[in-house]
């Protein structure tokens, strides 16, 4: 014992002279011994991760404990991405996920940067710096002005700006004015807006006393045509068209404003109406009587010529009214046009007498700056007020506060966007106070510009020719979408192991002897849960199903994908996008939970009716998913707790029982119908509720990703987003395989036009492919449909949930769309809850039978009724219940079933449905 250098407090030391050297010498062996085996026990048990020199961001927080997905293993340990033998092998396990968003050489693995990809030669480490906690994608300046602070003769092109040190002055000592980011290309070369359009900001927002519709002055806001949501109807549109234009798929994110179309922000004001005609134009479901189309002058010419010969008018009449009308709606060199000419440019010159003018595309540029971006979303004006003596809506002076030119814009050719000073009030250093307070938000590169090659999408300005095709999406975005439905579930969450599927013989089916891939597995596979063997290689999965690289209690993992549904196999070949209707997810769902933890369990409150699978369950997976996320797409921790530590959706609070009831069972959709669908309502869905673009498949993802910040939901949303519509609209639809009878298809072309062109679509004469096919998209009430109502009368607390959560437009309609009739012989049974087996039944509705067993194989060529059109269905036998017969349809059985409605076709005569239906199968 010794005395402490303050007080008389004892020290007790061990290694004084007095302790014997036999204890000395067994801590001098044990002590390094102990921290040695501590060392090794770690490593064996707790892995790689303990080394971590910090936390990951949050988009990689799923790896924090797996370091071999981006380090490579030595002898000696982990290797750093950067120490790798050359960038290529450094990069590869980065682009192994990112390729398809960011771009790549595939010669160097090196991210494409403008012009220089194939010459870079940097690692991605080099900007984005892992283990520090933040975001990747919040890349310092500095990396940037590295190279742009003296790009010298590396750019002689001119085509990047070159000698940037900064964004805004005082953001570091010394720079200079010349410096700083410059101007703007198209603002500091005086570039004129590529828009053939004539057009007036300042009389539309100051002119005074507007004409809007019926005669009516109204007084327009600057919301009224530009929009980044999507939100709509538009105010001066027209009918469902109102509500979103095409390709308006990044302005419902907020990046950037809808394109503008006649459609959804003129034709309220601007009614192609003709003066005098309207005796002779009766119109259509898209035309109002009197009015022409907004289209080509070859496609109203035609559309005139339908209604003239429909008319009383002799054939030389109706050729002299012609010549009238279109003289209204072109005019002639020496007299324009009141009407098309108001607006457009026509092009006479070449074009002989009597031929009709060239209309001159719009070109109306989405974007300005292709090399930045931006979000409308997340900004709004620096300044409210007034401008002159004119008050204006809060929404105006918020556009104007930014675009402040547009107050005296009378031409097209301004360019309206904000220059680079305006910008500057907002990113720069903070300075001033009170009303003189500038800057304070970030001006670091990355908050426009990205290293990487924009997606093809974003490459403008690319013209839009309101009321023409959508272009064809490119090649790249096609075959990014196509990794998406078929890979993009790679990366959620497994919801079963791997091996479960395979030991559903053994510990599910009561077969022991049956051996995966073997055809009797196969067999099995399709008889109890409708999938059939995968079209590529798929680690012995069928389609529908996918391993995960996530793993589920460190074995690899098992989830579903879209195609579990959404595509089938017609007679020995997988058609992708085409309706399974003999899938049975919750039969599997069952089964596999009972593998994989030994309780099978009901996810879905009874989704559909024991075993009748022609109905799918899309919206209760919604609701799960919705249910247990916030507005930020972040995971409610309470009921994540209690999913987490379930077996996931099984666990459901009882008070969603109520809204599980709520919702109504429905027929899948195809996807080979997407590139026909309207952009607006009348969506892939039987209600028309959710707009073409919308991201209807954020069901399937809300559930797949568990991610507690959102991070990972959020990218596979956006991925989704970005390049599905591209890769649907590319797909093909199944031709009849079987031939038909030529003799009855003139009578059943007329019969479909008097009967079904009305709702469904008219074809070209020659034409019935859906290259031919002008369809209206329209949206019938229940008072005229008749069928079911339950889908109609969507639960609001849902689609409240849908536009909070997914930021999606979802419109109750209260009735049914009349979807596109590609493919329609192969997608039976039919309605929207799959209440009718048969195209025979349902233009006869007195045969229509209320219980049916789907007893077909698609494979089976035998199994297709020509006849009768559909698939082969038997009786079920008497006393027979969904639960005890597999895939029987008993229209009584559960609210949502009923096979009531939809008569059109009754008044038929029996020769007329045969000769009709001939023609159904050629659509």
Not at 77 to 97: F, H, K, P, T
Not at 325 to 337: F, K, M, N, R, V
Not at 802 to 825: D, F, K, V
């Amino acid at each position: 014992m010794s005395q402490g250098t303050r007080g008389s407090i004892p020290r007790f030391s061990i290694w004084r002279e007095s302790q014997t050297g036999f204890a000395r010498r067994v801590l001098y062996i044990v002590s390094p011994l102990c921290v040695a085996a501590a060392v090794l026990l770690t490593w064996l048990f707790a892995g790689d991760w303990l080394w971590s020199p910090g936390p990951l961001s949050s988009g990689h927080a799923m790896l924090q404990r797996d370091c071999a997905q981006c380090h490579a293993s030595s002898g000696a340990g982990l290797v750093a991405s950067e120490r790798a033998r050359d960038v290529s092998q450094a990069n590869r396990a980065c682009l192994r996920c990112h390729k398809a968003t960011i771009g790549a050489s595939p010669k160097t693995f090196t991210a494409t940067h403008h012009e220089r990809a194939a010459s870079d030669g940097r690692p991605c480490t080099h900007c984005h710096i892992e283990h520090r906690g933040q975001r990747l994608s919040l890349v310092a300046s500095e990396s940037c002005i590295g190279c742009h602070r003296d790009l010298g003769p590396m750019q002689s092109d001119g085509k990047v700006s070159t000698h940037i040190a900064a964004f805004a002055r005082g953001d570091r000592a010394g720079d200079s004015a010349a410096s700083l980011h410059p101007e703007f290309r198209i603002l500091a070369e005086k570039r004129a807006d590529a828009g053939i359009l004539a057009f007036n900001h300042q009389r539309h927002l100051f002119g005074g006393a507007i004409l809007g519709p019926q005669g009516r002055p109204v007084a327009l806001s600057c919301q009224d045509c530009h929009r980044a949501t999507g939100q709509g109807p538009f105010r001066f549109g027209r009918g469902h068209d109102a509500r979103e234009p095409s390709r308006a798929a990044a302005a419902r994110r907020g990046d950037h404003m809808a394109p503008i179309a006649f459609s959804a922000h003129c034709a309220g004001c601007h009614p192609l109406m003709l003066i005098g005609h309207a005796a002779t134009l009766v119109g259509n479901d898209a035309v109002d009587r009197g009015h022409v189309p907004h289209a080509t002058p070859a496609a109203i010419r035609g559309y005139l010529r339908g209604q003239l010969a429909a008319s009383s008018l002799s054939s030389a009449a109706a050729e002299a009214e012609l010549s009238a009308i279109e003289g209204q709606l072109y005019g002639d060199a020496s007299h324009p046009s009141p009407l098309c000419g108001a607006c457009h440019t026509l092009k006479r010159e070449g074009v002989e007498h009597g031929e009709l003018p060239v209309v001159v595309p719009t070109a109306l540029p989405t974007r300005f700056l292709p090399r930045a971006t931006f979000s409308h979303a997340k900004h709004t004006a620096a300044s409210r007020g007034s401008y002159g003596s004119l008050s204006l809506p809060a929404e105006s002076a918020d556009c104007l506060g930014c675009h402040s030119r547009a107050a005296d814009s009378r031409l097209t050719s301004d360019v309206l966007m904000p220059s680079i000073e305006e910008c500057r009030r907002c990113h720069a250093p903070p300075s001033g106070t009170g009303a003189a307070a500038r800057g304070g938000v970030s001006d670091r590169c990355s908050m426009c510009h990205t290293y990487h090659v924009p997606p093809p999408q974003a490459l403008g300005p690319t013209p839009i020719a309101d009321g023409a095709a959508e272009d064809t999406p490119p090649p790249s975005l096609v075959e990014a979408g196509q990794r998406e439905v078929r890979h993009g579930l790679r990366t959620s969450t497994p919801l079963w192991p791997l091996s479960a599927f395979f030991e559903l013989p053994q510990k599910v089916w009561g077969l022991p002897d049956v051996t995966p891939q073997s055809p009797r597995f196969q067999a099995e596979v399709f008889r109890r849960y409708g999938l059939f063997p995968a079209d590529r290689e798929n680690d012995g999965l069928p389609l529908g199903l996918i391993k995960t690289e996530r793993t589920w209690k460190g074995q690899p993992g098992l989830t579903v994908t879209c195609e579990y549904c959404h595509s089938s196999s017609l007679f020995g070949q997988i058609v992708v996008g085409q309706p399974n209707p003999f899938a049975d997810m919750e039969q599997l769902w069952i089964d596999l939970d009972a593998v994989s933890n030994g309780q099978g369990k009901d996810p879905l409150y009874e989704k559909t009716p024991a075993g009748n699978t022609v109905v799918n369950g899309a919206d209760h997976l919604g609701l799960l998913g919705l249910y247990y996320r916030n507005s930020d797409l972040t995971a409610s921790l309470g009921k994540a707790a209690r999913w987490l530590l379930s077996s996931g959706l099984a666990d459901r609070p009882a008070q969603m029982k109520a809204e599980f009831d709520a919702l109504a069972y429905i027929k899948t959709p195809p996807w080979y119908t997407y590139a026909t669908r309207k952009s607006g309502a009348c969506g892939l869905y039987a209600d028309g509720g959710q707009p073409k673009y919308g991201n209807f498949a954020a069901f399937t993802y809300l559930l797949t990703y568990r991610d507690l910040d959102g991070q990972d939901l959020a990218t596979a949303l956006a991925a989704w987003k970005r390049s599905a519509p591209a890769f649907l609209a590319s797909l093909s639809s199944p031709r009849y395989p079987f031939s038909v009878r030529s003799s009855l298809l003139p009578r059943g072309r007329a019969l479909y036009d008097a009967t079904c062109a009305r709702c469904h679509g008219r074809y070209a004469a020659t034409d019935s492919s859906p290259t031919g096919l002008s369809y209206p998209g329209l949206v019938f009430p229940l008072a005229e449909i008749g069928t079911d109502p339950k889908r109609a009368h969507f639960p609001p607390s849902f689609t409240a949930r849908i536009q909070s959560i997914l930021n999606e437009q979802y419109t109750i309609t209260g009735g049914y769309a009349a979807p596109p009739l590609t493919a329609i012989w192969s997608r039976a049974p039919y309605l929207h809850n799959g209440s009718v087996p048969t195209l025979a039944e349902l233009l006869d509705p007195p045969s229509r039978r209320a219980r049916y067993v789907l007893a077909a194989n698609p494979n089976a060529r035998a199994d297709f009724d020509h006849q009768r059109v559909g698939w082969r269905v038997e009786v079920p036998p008497p006393g027979a219940t969904p639960a005890t017969v597999h895939r029987l349809y008993d229209a009584a059985f559960v609210e949502g079933l009923a096979n009531t409605g939809h008569t059109y076709g009754a008044e038929l005569s029996p020769d007329d449905r045969e000769a009709l239906l001939e023609f159904l199968k050629t659509l």
